[in-house]
């Protein structure tokens, strides 16, 4: 069964915006930690962003934060990630992962991985 499905990559100019979507058929949906990882070509996956599964904190890598904002919608089963002022460092295939445990910045950990969508920075 897919869980999880990411949609909204493309193409985009270095300073401009994307938004990222996953929808998710997990149940309940409010019981995962949901997440977003990228893999870049030729380098490993590496963790972007993270939302908890209780109060809704978010979390980021530091050298994200202001750029990047993660969110959930748990009525429409949807976790999303808006991309503001992107670099061409950000080229990657991004993925939305899915746990059932506490939150984590490890691949490992995650119960879940959508196909992943690309979102390339150029100009």
């Known amino acids: 069964q897919v869980k999880l499905f990411e949609s909204g990559g493309g193409l985009v100019q270095p300073g401009g915006s994307l938004r990222l979507s996953c929808a998710a058929s997990v149940r309940p949906f409010s019981s995962y930690c949901m997440a977003w990882f990228r893999q870049p070509p030729g380098k490993e996956r590496e963790f972007v962003a993270a939302?908890?599964?209780?109060?809704?904190?978010?979390f980021y890598v530091d050298s994200m934060k202001g750029r990047f904002t993660i969110s959930r919608d748990n009525a429409k089963n949807t976790v999303y990630l808006q991309m503001n002022s992107v670099k061409p460092e950000d080229t990657a295939v991004y993925h939305c992962a899915a746990t059932i445990r506490d939150f984590s910045t490890t691949p490992a950990e995650y119960d879940y991985w959508g196909q992943g969508t690309q979102v390339t920075v150029s100009s």
């Open positions: 939302i908890s599964r209780g109060d809704g904190s978010a």
